[in-house]
């Protein structure tokens, strides 16, 4: 079964500086992605950044990048420059690959990000 | 043009009711998802279709039954609602085949059980 670990308390951050939420997960499938997701106040989940388990380079997507340590199985989000408008929990996932269509997302239980003007 | 949407946002209900949560998705994905996100703000999946198939079902009581009358709906009702069906019920969609994904969410719809 697939397992996905946050266990940050809240964070705090400083405008425009860079911080790392961090997420280990456990599963015995070889192949496997990793997703990170942000849920302001407002309540949407919106799609950050994936990594897929074969892919030999970290992933970013503008200020995200997501720190792959596929041995150690962690896949950290790093945020850098943070804005106001970054504050929000952030969740961790991990999806299967399979030739089908199975793909459920097993989420950790989140972290929540305040950036501090 | 809303990806994903879902009616309504809010529904508040008493305790043994009957009621329905829409979602439609325009994005042309093959497959859609309901989560459940509870009180912690632990999300679960509960079911995916793929095409108008169940894949997932993941042990659900079954007061919970999902429809997909075409690849681009797939709605969720539930029988006699109890207190613990309280929580935030999102629909989801992505790409269907090889996978993982990244699912893109619907808004969220707030179901609040007296």
């Known amino acids: 079964a697939q397992k996905i670990t946050q266990t940050q308390p809240g964070m705090f951050v400083q405008e425009k500086e860079a911080v790392t939420l961090d997420c280990t997960y456990d599963t015995s499938d070889p192949s496997y992605g990793l997703f990170w997701y942000k849920q302001p106040s407002s309540g949407e989940m919106i799609f950050l950044i994936y990594q897929g388990s074969y892919d030999q380079q970290n992933a970013t997507e503008g200020r995200y990048s997501l720190n792959f340590q596929k041995a150690r199985k962690s896949a950290n989000l790093v945020i850098s420059a943070s804005q106001l408008g970054d504050s929000a929990m952030y969740f961790c996932?991990?999806?299967?690959?399979?030739?089908?269509?199975?793909?459920?997302?097993?989420f950790g239980k989140g972290i929540t990000l305040s950036v501090r003007p | 043009d809303t990806a994903v949407s879902q009616t309504p946002k809010y529904l508040v209900t008493q305790m043994g009711n009957d009621k329905s949560i829409k979602c439609e998705q325009n994005l042309g994905h093959d497959t859609m998802y309901w989560y459940k996100q509870d009180s912690k703000k632990f999300l679960k999946i509960m079911f995916s279709y793929n095409n108008k198939e169940l894949i997932i079902n993941e042990t659900v009581p079954n007061r919970f039954s999902p429809k997909s009358p075409d690849k681009a709906h797939l709605n969720l009702h539930i029988n006699s609602l109890e207190l613990g069906d309280s929580a935030v019920y999102f629909c989801?969609?992505?790409?269907?085949?090889?996978?993982?994904?990244?699912?893109?969410f619907g808004p969220g719809t707030r179901l609040t059980v007296t």
């Open positions: 996932a991990m999806g299967e690959i399979h030739t089908g269509a199975n793909s459920k997302l097993t």
């Open positions: 989801a969609s992505s790409q269907g085949v090889g996978g993982p994904y990244e699912q893109y």
